[in-house]
């Protein structure tokens, strides 16, 4: 099976939004909220990928849904996180309260 236009895009997007989703995520937040805010965006971008490439009925949507879904949290494991660039986004962009102090690599 080919992937369509709409799940590589969804993949595509879901691979650079760690960064995006760390301005948005606080050091203080435990991780079910951050791990929540990714499934929203996830969501978001699964929703916006398939109606924009007119694929937006049932099983496209949940698919890229789920791409999305798999490819931020692969590349934030894999890329983001290990080169500390997510959580140092994080830190610079807290609101109030103690920052958490980084984690090892």
Do not use: H
């Amino acid at each position: 099976m080919q992937p369509t236009d709409a799940q590589l895009w969804a993949a595509g997007l879901g691979f650079v939004l760690p960064p995006v989703i760390a301005i948005v995520n606080q050091p203080r937040w435990s991780g079910a909220v951050k791990g929540l805010m990714m499934l929203a965006v996830a969501a978001l971008v699964g929703l916006g990928t398939a109606y924009f490439n007119g694929d937006f009925d049932g099983k496209p949507v949940v698919t890229c849904m789920l791409l999305a879904a798999v490819a931020i949290g692969t590349s934030y494991y894999t890329v983001w996180k290990p080169s500390g660039i997510a959580p140092g986004i994080e830190r610079a962009t807290s609101t109030g309260g103690t920052p958490a102090p980084p984690r090892g690599v």
